[in-house]
Structure formats: structure tokens, C-alpha cells
């Protein structure tokens, strides 16, 4: 016969186990989306490195385009 | 400088458009997840690409009326610019697909439709390739411009809605409406668009000046 003690702590662990796994599923249905990214504050690093493409195509556009107004006055 | 303010503009909202793309808030939509801030990049590319191609189609027959040469660079260069703005959206919408899809070309409706419009617009470039005399090659491809626009516009706009698509807004799918319940994507799509068109008119106005100095240098 086993012992009443361990018969209640082993329903009791079970039971504990099973909770785990139904707070697990109710987490992963939630929507995931990066909230630990920007939590973490790193998505700014992200968008810094996107700020400076940006910045070094604006900057090849803006000589470009001063480059041929330069040509336009040489000939008119 | 004062006329060129517009390109200013251009600049600050592209810089808005790109911060706030990625750290605005944005809703929470199962599949979706965080991509449906490609809303602010790939959709805005097509949106462009509508922009430009149809004003490469009113100053192509601005050309037809006129014979102003320089109104058939205008419409060949803001064609070019759309074909771009084009490819950009066919490939950044394949990554999109990819992910949220799980294919980056399924077989839907919309998808092909804009590679057979994409096709007739390519066609649009080898016909003025096919030229040697300047005024015939902007007469017959200014002609040509106005039967791809009408094909384009039915091809993207018309043929999707009449069957089944992935795409929102098509055969009998809601409007992107729905993903933005609460309107907060409209404050950077807007300036999204505008922005990412107003970057391709600059382009577009920077190539029409080198061939108006080639057409001035080869006078001399």
C-alpha cells in the first residue's frame, strides 16, 4: 500500500507540472511581437544604422545634384 | 534654394518615416506580427510606382500634342523611376511573403498580375531602344505608354478583385482597413508615401537634367 504522504504530494506535483504547462500555453497565445527589443533598447541601434544609409544616400543625392547644376551653368 | 525646399521636405520625412516605422507603435495581429510595418516600405513602393507611371503617361501625351522633345524625356525618365520603385516592390514583397505567407511567390492573382504589367512596361523600354531617330521613338513609344498604363491599371487594379487573392483589399478580402482598427499607422503611411515619392521625383528630376545637358552638349 502506498503511503497516503506520498500519494498527496505526488498529485500535488502533478497538479503543479499541469499548471506550468496551461500558463505556458496562455503565454504562447498571446501575439508575440519584439517588445524585449525595445525593451532592451537595442532596436535603437537598428534604427541608428538605418538613419545612416539614409543619411549617406541623401548625402550621394545632394552632390549629385549640386554636380550638375555646376554642369547646367557651365553650358547655359 | 527656394526651389528646392520640396527636397528638404523629401529628407525629413523619410527620416520620420524610417524611426517612426520602427519604433511606432503599430497593432497586434496574429501571422503579421512585426512586419506589418512593411506597410510603411513595400506597400508605398507600388503606391509610388502608380505615381510616377501615370505621370509618365500625362507627359507622354503632353509630347503627342506639343513635340516638345523634352516632355518625351520626362515621361521616358518618370517611367524608368516607376519600372525601379517596381522592382523594389516585386522583391521586398517576395521577403514579405516569404514570412508571412510561408512562399515567396504563391500563386495569387495580384502577384502575377503586377509581373505581366511589370512586363508590358519592360516592353515599354525596348521599343525606345529600338529607335535611332529621336522623334519617331518618342512618337511611337509615347503611344505605346498610353496602351501599358491602361493594361497596368487593368491588370492591378481590376483583375485581382474579380477572384480569389492573399492580398487585402482584393477578391472579397477587407481593406487593409481592418489591421488598423485604430488608426494608428495612418500618421507614418501617409507621410510614407509622400515621402518615398517625392525620393523618386528627385531621382527622376536629376536624370531629366543630365539628358537635357547631353541633348545641349551633342547641339554644340
Same mark, same amino acid.
Given at each position: 500500500m502506498i503511503p497516503l504522504k506520498r500519494l498527496v504530494a505526488t498529485v500535488v506535483l502533478l497538479l503543479t507540472v499541469s499548471m506550468n504547462l496551461l500558463a505556458q500555453q496562455a503565454a504562447s497565445q498571446e501575439i508575440e511581437m519584439a517588445d524585449r527589443l525595445r525593451e532592451d533598447g537595442k532596436i535603437w541601434v537598428v534604427v541608428g544604422v538605418i538613419a545612416l544609409i539614409f543619411a549617406g544616400i541623401v548625402l550621394y543625392l545632394v552632390r549629385l545634384d549640386s554636380k550638375i547644376s555646376k554642369l547646367e551653368k557651365k553650358i547655359h | 534654394m527656394k526651389k528646392n525646399w520640396w527636397k528638404i521636405l523629401t529628407v525629413v520625412l523619410l527620416f520620420y518615416v524610417l524611426v517612426m516605422g520602427m519604433v511606432g507603435r503599430v497593432p497586434r495581429q496574429p501571422i503579421l506580427n512585426e512586419t506589418v510595418?512593411?506597410?510603411?516600405?513595400h506597400v508605398t513602393m507600388w503606391f509610388g510606382m502608380v505615381i510616377f507611371l501615370f505621370t509618365s503617361l500625362v507627359y507622354a501625351i503632353r509630347y503627342l500634342r506639343s513635340n516638345n522633345i523634352t516632355d518625351d524625356d520626362k515621361s521616358a525618365e518618370f517611367a524608368k523611376t516607376g519600372i525601379l520603385f517596381g522592382l523594389i516592390g516585386y522583391v521586398t514583397g517576395a521577403l514579405w511573403g516569404s514570412a508571412t505567407? $510561408?512562399?515567396?511567390?504563391?500563386?495569387d492573382p495580384k502577384i502575377i498580375s503586377a509581373a505581366i504589367a511589370m512586363l508590358a512596361y519592360f516592353a515599354y523600354l525596348v521599343l525606345r531602344g529600338a529607335f535611332e531617330d529621336e522623334q519617331k521613338r518618342a512618337r511611337i513609344s509615347s503611344t505605346y505608354n498610353i496602351f501599358a498604363f491602361v493594361i497596368f491599371n487593368v491588370l492591378i487594379w481590376i483583375l485581382p478583385r474579380l477572384t480569389d487573392s492573399?492580398?487585402?483589399?482584393? $477578391?472579397g478580402n477587407p481593406g487593409f482597413k481592418i489591421y488598423d482598427s485604430d488608426n494608428v499607422m495612418k500618421p507614418v503611411f501617409y507621410p510614407a508615401i509622400m515621402g518615398w515619392t517625392l525620393l523618386g521625383v528627385w531621382i527622376t528630376t536629376l536624370r531629366v537634367r543630365i539628358k537635357n545637358l547631353d541633348r545641349k552638349l551633342s547641339e554644340v
Open positions: - | 510595418r512593411n506597410l510603411y516600405f505567407w $510561408g512562399d515567396p511567390l504563391p500563386k492573399l492580398h487585402p483589399g482584393n $477578391g
